[in-house]
C-alpha cells in the first residue's frame, strides 16, 4: 500500500513540473496570495491549494477516521461548493452555520445519501459552479485575453 502512496505522489510532482505557462500563471498566484497571507484558502473552510493551481477538497465522515475525496476545481468557489454539499450530507442541519455559501446549497444536498452518492453531489455541485464561474469570466467584455474573431481573418 506504501508503495502505491509514493506511486501516487510520484505522478503528481510529474504532473506539476509539466504545466504551461497558463496554468503556471495560475499556480503562481495562488502562491503568492499563499505567501501574502491573503490566501483564498482562509476565506473558505475545507478546500487548499495544490502548488500548480488547482482547488481541491476533501472532508472527514463524523464518528470515524475516513475521508471522502470530493474533487479537483479550478476555481476555490468550486471547492468550497463541493465542502458545502459533502458537509450538509454528513452532518445536516447544524452544518448550516458553518457552510461556505449557506443560501446556495443545491437541491442534491440531502442527508439520506452514501458515502458515494454524497461524493458524486459534491463534485457535481462543485462542478457546475466552476462552469458558472469560469463562463462568466469569459463573458465579461473586460477580459484581459484577445478578442479576436473569424472576421478578422477573411
Known sequence: MKTHTSCTIHIIKQQSMSTTSDEG???????????????????????????WGKWV???RVPGSQERLWLGTFSTPDGAAMA???????????TSLTKLN?????????????????????ASDAGMAMDARIIASRESTPN???LNVSVDDYI
Do not use: W
Not at 491573503?38 to 491549494?49: A, F, L, P, V
Not at 455559501?101 to 453531489?121: E, H
Open 57 to 59: 477538497s476533501e472532508i
Open 101 to 121: 455559501f449557506p443560501s446556495m446549497l443545491p437541491p442534491t444536498a440531502r442527508m439520506d445519501l452514501s458515502p458515494r452518492s454524497i461524493q458524486k453531489a
Open 143 to 145: 477580459n484581459e485575453g
Open 83 to 93: 465542502h458545502d454539499v459533502a458537509s450538509y450530507s454528513l452532518r445536516g442541519a
Open 25 to 51: 500563471s495560475i499556480s503562481s498566484s495562488c502562491t503568492s496570495n499563499l505567501a501574502a497571507g491573503t490566501s483564498q484558502e482562509k476565506k473558505y473552510k475545507g478546500i487548499r491549494c495544490r502548488r
